[in-house]
Antibody
Framework: EVQLVESGGDLVQPGGSLRLSCAAS????????MTWVRQAPGKGLEWVANIKQDGSEKKYVDSVKGRFTISRDNAQNSLYLQMNSLTAEDTAVYYCARPALIGEVLDYWGQGTLVTVS | DIQMTQSPSSLSASVGDRVTITCRASQTLGSFLNWYQQKSGKAPDLLIYAASSLQTGVPSRFSGSGSGTDFTLTISSLQPEDFASYYC?????????FGQGTKLEIK
C-alpha cells in the first residue's frame, strides 16, 4: 500500500525557516518524480514544486523560487521541502504527492502538514 | 504560466441530480487535464486523468470530457458522498496549475 506521511509543520515567525519531510513507502520511491502542493486555509490547491527521480531537475512555482528548496533522499525514501524567508502568505497545509509514472497526475497524496507563519 | 478557470465556483444540487463543472485553460492543453475531489479536512483524490480516463476505483457516474482549452467534469447522478470540492489541474507544462475549485453543496 502506497503511503506518504508528511511531518515538520509548525508555527514559525515571519522571516523564519522550516523543513518539511515526507516519508514514502509501498512503492519504489526512486522511480518517481515527487511533488509538493499546498492549500492556504479556506483556499484552493497550489502546486509548489517537484523533483525528478534522481534529483537532477527541480521546478518551482514563481512565488517560492529562491526561498524554497525541494530535495530527496532515495536511500531513505524521503522527500523534503526547505522553506526560508517565510511570510504569512506561506501559511498552508503542505501535501506531499506522487505523480503517476507518466505525467504530473497526482495519484497518491499524504495527509498534509500545517505550516503557520505568524 | 497557464491559467485555469473553473465554473461555477459553487453549486447547490440535490441527490440524483446531474451536475457539470467546467474548466477553461488559457492555453491549449491537448488532453493534459486532471480532476480531483477533495472532501472537507482531507487530501484530494484523483478522479479523472488525461481529460477522460477514470481513475481506478472511481464510480462510473463520474466522467470527463474535452480537449484543447475547454473541459468538463460530469456527475451523472449525485450521491450523498459526492458533496465536496472539485479541482481541475493542467499537467501540460510547469507550473502545473490548478483551477480555483468548485464547491458542491447540498440543496
Amino acid at each position: 500500500e502506497v503511503q506518504l506521511v508528511e511531518s515538520g509543520g509548525d508555527l514559525v515567525q515571519p522571516g523564519g525557516s522550516l523543513r518539511l519531510s515526507c516519508a514514502a513507502s509501498g512503492f519504489t520511491f526512486s522511480h518517481y518524480w515527487m511533488t509538493w502542493v499546498r492549500q492556504a486555509p479556506g483556499k484552493g490547491l497550489e502546486w509548489v514544486a517537484n523533483i525528478k527521480q534522481d534529483g537532477s531537475e527541480k521546478k518551482y512555482v514563481d512565488s517560492v523560487k529562491g526561498r524554497f528548496t525541494i530535495s530527496r533522499d532515495n536511500a531513505q525514501n524521503s522527500l523534503y521541502l526547505q522553506m526560508n524567508s517565510l511570510t504569512a502568505e506561506d501559511t498552508a497545509v503542505y501535501y506531499c504527492a506522487r505523480p503517476a509514472l507518466i505525467g504530473e497526475v497526482l495519484d497518491y497524496w499524504g495527509q498534509g502538514t500545517l505550516v503557520t507563519v505568524s | 504560466d497557464i491559467q485555469m478557470t473553473q465554473s461555477p465556483s459553487s453549486l447547490s444540487a440535490s441527490v440524483g441530480d446531474r451536475v457539470t463543472i467546467t474548466c477553461r485553460a488559457s492555453q491549449t492543453l491537448g488532453s493534459f487535464l486532471n480532476w480531483y475531489q477533495q472532501k472537507s479536512g482531507k487530501a484530494p483524490d484523483l478522479l479523472i486523468y488525461a481529460a477522460s480516463s477514470l481513475q481506478t476505483g472511481v464510480p462510473s457516474r463520474f466522467s470527463g470530457s474535452g480537449s484543447g482549452t475547454d473541459f468538463t467534469l460530469t456527475i451523472s447522478s449525485l450521491q450523498p458522498e459526492d458533496f465536496a470540492s472539485y479541482y481541475c489541474q493542467q499537467s501540460r507544462s510547469h507550473p502545473y496549475t490548478f483551477g480555483q475549485g468548485t464547491k458542491l453543496e447540498i440543496k
